[in-house]
């Protein structure tokens, strides 16, 4: 394992395809980066953040008026506004399920859909 030197980081040298050196590059300078390493820095960063982040779902086949009801006790519980992929994450559900339900209880009143 390479040891980095105090206060200047850990030296990983990289290969990447002439493709992909093109387009880090026309990133650096279309997002105004001071240099490649910066870009590769931050974007090394949040890989990493993403993965560590990341969960497994696990999805239930439900039909959409039993759905409608979950989404119908879980907004009774946490009013405000909330976007239908949350819901169908957070209840487990099939996003078109969950975007069926949220459809069937608009049609009812029993939620309001908002422009974003």
């Known amino acids: 394992m390479m040891k980095a030197i105090e206060d200047k980081g850990l030296v990983v040298p990289v290969r990447v395809p ?3 050196a ?5 990133a650096v300078s ?3 980066y001071s240099s490649r390493n910066a870009f590769i820095r931050e974007a090394i960063e949040q890989h990493i953040n993403d993965r560590l ?3 497994i ?6 039909p959409v008026d039993e759905a409608a009801r979950m989404i119908d006790r879980y907004l009774a519980k946490n ?5 239908v992929s949350e819901l169908a994450e957070g209840l487990g559900l099939e996003l078109s399920v969950a975007f069926k339900a949220a459809r069937a209880l608009e049609e009812r009143g029993a939620v309001r859909a908002r422009a974003r």
């Open 79 to 83: 009013p405000g506004a909330h976007y």
């Open 53 to 55: 982040e990341s969960k």
């Open 22 to 26: 093109a387009k880090l590059d026309r």
């Open 18 to 20: 002439g493709e992909l």
């Open 57 to 62: 779902i696990e999805v239930r086949e439900v």
């Open 30 to 32: 279309s997002l105004h």
